[in-house]
């Protein structure tokens, strides 16, 4: 059974840090397309950044520059690094599978998920 659990999530102050883990279980992490999205409430949930089997990763404009999404294949855990934050990153994160089978080239922030979804965890900015 696959399963995609997302820590890390909190308030910090405008131009803080913080960092987020996604532990993976079911399946094999390090052959995925892995995805970060965002969301706010009656809002529709946005790709972030996406890191390939290769470790090619790919980043929407509004994060780039500012977070870093890798992996650690021997813990089976996404991470996504948040730097300079600013009230406007205050979402819902989740991690997603967006496919175990998709080349790395096609692997992208702008793919549509086909396989399973985190329970996400908030992140809230103040100024």
């Known amino acids: 059974q696959v399963q995609l659990v997302e820590s890390g999530g909190g308030s910090v102050q405008a131009g803080g840090s913080l960092r987020l883990s996604c532990a993976t279980s079911g399946f094999t992490n390090s052959l995925a397309c892995m995805a970060w999205f965002r969301q706010a409430p009656g809002k529709e949930r946005e790709g972030i950044a996406t890191i390939a089997r290769d470790g090619r990763t790919t980043y929407a404009d509004s994060v780039k520059g500012r977070f870093t999404i890798s992996r650690d294949n021997a813990k089976n855990t996404l991470y996504l690094q948040m730097n300079n934050l600013k009230p406007e990153d205050t979402d819902m994160y989740y991690c997603?599978?967006?496919?175990?089978?998709?080349?790395?080239?096609?692997?992208?922030?702008?793919?549509?998920?086909?396989?399973?979804w985190g329970q996400g965890t908030q992140v809230t900015v103040s100024s």
């Open positions: 997603a599978v967006v496919s175990a089978f998709l080349s790395s080239a096609a692997c992208s922030y702008t793919r549509p998920v086909t396989g399973a």
